[in-house]
């Protein structure tokens, strides 16, 4: 779709206004003699305000995702049968407030990331057979007037946080065959940044390169989301990811700014700013974050919480991580050393170490190196072969 910013006019300014409104981030129209056609700086603050509350980039801009996140932010649970559509998923609020109320009762629809998948069918179909419902993986009247009938059975914490904490708590602290995808942004004829003669496609595909190296020497199987000439959509490395069965997905970016001062490293996690969110992947950012910190001294920008599609799409905890600015020119000399593009590898391995360590048998951070990790899955391997 077109974007829409400060300045522009037209139809889709009017739609826009008449949705904000709705949500009440602009007030009624004053007949005032202002055109409401006009994306103004009134518009422009609360689109930005709604950004903030749905977990995306604050810009002030009506691009494919906040249009998307304002039209799902319009449906309330009844508004209309929720169903799984293959070609064109259903997706909304109302999607969302279904799969919490699913969790609440007892089944798992998987992250409440508000898209109806096989995961949210099956939770339903399985609720909808034991209260003596048609199994027909259908939310309609009947099925809603029993989902609002019924309490709560999970009480005591969120119930999919407490799933996803369980997994990890199972899944052991070895390495060994864990599942792992390494996604690349970018990719193909789609360069993403590109700052004198340095496109981000070429930097986090060697990086990946090298990160699916190291984790496959642990015993991993760890594997690409893309090839070198390819460039998938997000939903379509969601979708690898899913049919994979991965454990974790790591996404490697670097970022770009007009100001050429901008610098330093971020990591992003699924959360929505209403409460869901996954623990386990905000955990995994927190250790990537400060195990590359404390490795490459870049700036601290933070461990956020996102809605972007890789992370909202993936049913497994999922990191978004941006390595510098390519704008930047401290970064980017940084980021066309083959050695410290090692030590970022080398970082997030270890992060990932640390997460399925759970806090038992760890080192400081920033100490921890590849030879330590390797010995301790050769000599778990060899205490377990005994």
């Not at 060697?206 to 390819?230: F, I, K, N, P, Y």
């Not at 601290?300 to 919480?305: I, S, V």
Request: proline letters at 4%; glycine letters at 12%; one cysteine or more.
């Amino acid at each position: 779709m077109q974007l829409l910013r400060r300045g522009d006019s037209g139809p889709g300014v009017v739609e826009i206004r008449s949705t904000l409104r709705r949500f009440g981030l602009l007030p009624a129209a004053a007949g005032d003699g202002l055109r409401d056609d006009v994306f103004d700086d009134d518009v422009e603050q609360a689109v930005r305000a709604f950004q903030q509350q749905r977990g995306l980039i604050t810009d002030g801009i009506v691009g494919a995702a906040t249009y998307r996140a304002l039209r799902e932010a319009g449906w309330q649970l009844g508004d209309r049968m929720l169903a799984l559509l293959i070609s064109a998923p259903m997706s909304g609020d109302d999607v969302v407030a279904l799969q919490e109320r699913l969790l609440e009762l007892g089944y798992d629809p998987g992250r409440p990331g508000g898209v109806f998948d096989e995961q949210t069918e099956a939770a339903l179909k399985k609720f909808q057979r034991e209260y003596g419902l048609v199994p027909d993986g259908l939310c309609g009247p009947a099925t809603l007037r029993s989902l609002r009938q019924l309490g709560r059975k999970v009480t005591g914490g969120r119930p999919r946080l407490l799933r996803e904490q369980e997994l990890l708590r199972q899944a052991g602290p070895r390495l060994r065959g864990k599942r792992i995808v390494v996604d690349p942004g970018h990719g193909g004829p789609d360069r993403g940044v590109v700052a004198a003669g340095v496109a981000e496609a070429d930097i986090v595909w060697d990086m990946a390169r090298r990160l699916v190296g190291r984790m496959t020497a642990t015993g991993m199987d760890a594997m690409l989301s893309r090839q070198e000439d390819t460039c998938p959509s997000e939903t379509e490395r969601a979708a690898f990811a899913n049919q994979a069965g991965a454990d974790l997905v790591l996404s490697l970016h670097t970022d770009a700014n007009r100001s050429m001062h901008a610098h330093g490293l971020a990591t992003f996690h699924f959360g929505n700013g209403s409460g869901a969110t996954s623990t386990v992947g905000e955990a995994l950012a927190g250790f990537i974050q400060r195990e590359l910190l404390i490795r490459t001294g870049l700036q601290d920008c933070r461990t956020q919480a996102r809605t972007w599609e890789l992370l909202r799409l993936t049913r497994m905890p999922t990191v978004r991580v941006e390595i510098g600015y390519l704008t930047h020119l401290g970064d980017r000399r940084r980021l066309l050393d083959p050695a410290f593009r090692d030590v970022v590898a080398e970082g997030i391995l270890v992060a990932v170490k640390r997460l399925y360590l759970l806090g038992q048998d760890d080192q400081p951070t920033g100490t921890f190196t590849f030879s330590d990790v390797l010995a301790r899955e050769l000599e778990r391997g060899g205490a377990q072969a005994i």
